[in-house]
């Protein structure tokens, strides 16, 4: 859990506090947050330890509703947006948290890649980042493509583009802004982002955290 700047998607530039839950099984061979996917009982630390943490790591504690607000407000964090991501934090029904962040004032949202079923608010911001054929064989359902605020697609070939249209098609998405985000930053991967973008009215997504060297 920290307190940084939203780097991607709509809400790039938004003070934002951060709430990573460990644990996924979609296994994206790019993934930049590989130490989110055990859940190790052996990697179990109390919740002061690992919010002493300030690099990654595997290891992950168990945190209460009650826990996570207190934590916000021991750190004096003023940021009033919440980020549930991961891991896949769709694994957990998230609505309860929702609602009791939501009734401190807070606005939520959660990024999820849209293989499991999204249980959240009905106002919490869905960020979809579909997954295509990956090692873990998980499948993106029709009812998260239908649920997504936005969709934020990893891409690096032609091919990652020519999967995100198919799931478009697929899943009737017409109104929902599409953002492309170039996998971790190569600059062919950027190039071929701008250019999509370009062609398809669609939005960049440029993971800005990366850049300035923020978490
Ligand atoms: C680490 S994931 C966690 C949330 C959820 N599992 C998901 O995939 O949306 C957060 C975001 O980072 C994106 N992402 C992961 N690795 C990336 C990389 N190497 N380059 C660009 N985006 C990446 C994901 O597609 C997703 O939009
Ligand atoms: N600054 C910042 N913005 C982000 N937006 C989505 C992130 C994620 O890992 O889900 C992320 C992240 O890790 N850091
Ligand atoms: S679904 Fe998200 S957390 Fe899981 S492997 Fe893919 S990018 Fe990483
Ligand atoms: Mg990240």
């Known amino acids: 859990m920290f307190e940084t700047i939203q780097g991607e998607g709509s809400f790039t530039g ?3 506090i951060f709430i990573r839950l460990q644990g996924c099984p979609v ?3 790019w993934c930049d947050t590989k130490h989110t996917w055990e859940i190790d009982p052996e990697r179990e630390v109390s919740a002061p330890v690992m919010l002493s943490k300030n690099a990654e790591t595997d290891e992950w504690a168990e945190f209460s ?3 996570l607000l207190q ?3 021991e750190n ?3 940021a009033k947006h919440i980020v549930l991501t991961g891991g896949e934090p769709c694994m957990v029904d998230l609505e309860p948290l929702c609602r009791v962040f939501e009734e401190s004032g807070f606005s939520i949202q959660v990024e999820t890649s849209g293989t499991f079923e999204v249980l959240v608010s009905p106002k919490c911001w869905v960020t979809v980042s579909p997954k295509v054929n990956m090692r873990g064989g998980y499948k993106v ?5 239908q649920r997504a605020n936005e969709i934020k697609h ?3 070939t032609e091919q990652h583009v020519d999967d995100l249209k198919a799931l478009l098609v697929e899943h009737q998405v017409t109104d ?3 953002y492309l985000q170039p996998i971790s930053q190569k600059e062919r991967a950027t190039q071929l982002a701008i250019d999509t973008c370009i062609a398809n009215n669609w939005r960049l997504s440029i993971q800005v955290h990366k850049y300035i060297g923020i978490e």
């Open 14 to 16: 938004q003070p934002s």
């Open 176 to 178: 929902t802004p599409v």
């Open 27 to 29: 296994g994206c061979s």
């Open 141 to 145: 359902l029709g009812s998260a493509m």
């Open 76 to 78: 004096g964090w003023q």
């Open 65 to 67: 509703i009650a826990d």
């Open 154 to 156: 990893p891409v690096a």
């Open 71 to 73: 934590t916000i407000a």
